[in-house]
């Protein structure tokens, strides 16, 4: 079993930077794929960006191409996500995902290849 707690979220003004982490522990973190969705209100949640198990592969929204950037840290257990150049449009709640890479296809970022969720972190943009 799998077990993930975001934290970083936090007020940003537009045009600003944050980080994102999401702590693994629990279960066979070598075999897991990782992904970063967010929901806005009164919208669906959608995939930010995910990553390979050996994270060598990655996935970006349009959206956020070029301003985030999806990593993961072994040793530490730790997956992070960098957002750079936040927009009013990034705010909503951030959540982190998991899920055995033989489990999914890759290049489909979405919810439905998850099965384990964090508790998601608040992400505001305001100036």
């Known amino acids: 079993q799998l077990r993930l707690v975001e934290s970083g979220g936090t007020l940003v003004r537009p045009g600003g930077s944050l980080r994102l982490s999401c702590a693994a522990s629990g279960s066979t973190w070598d075999f897991y794929a990782f992904g970063w969705f967010r929901q806005a209100p009164g919208k669906e949640r959608e995939g930010a960006s995910c990553?390979?198990?050996?994270?060598?592969?990655?996935v970006y929204a349009d959206s956020v191409k070029g301003r985030f950037t999806i990593s993961k840290d072994n040793a530490n257990k730790t997956v992070y996500l960098q957002m750079d150049n936040v927009k009013p449009e990034d705010a909503g709640i951030y959540y982190c995902a998991g899920q055995r890479q033989g489990l999914l296809i890759f290049k489909f970022c979405v919810p439905a290849q998850f099965d384990s969720w964090g508790q998601g972190t608040q992400v505001t943009v305001s100036s």
């Open positions: 990553i390979s198990a050996t994270g060598d592969m990655t």
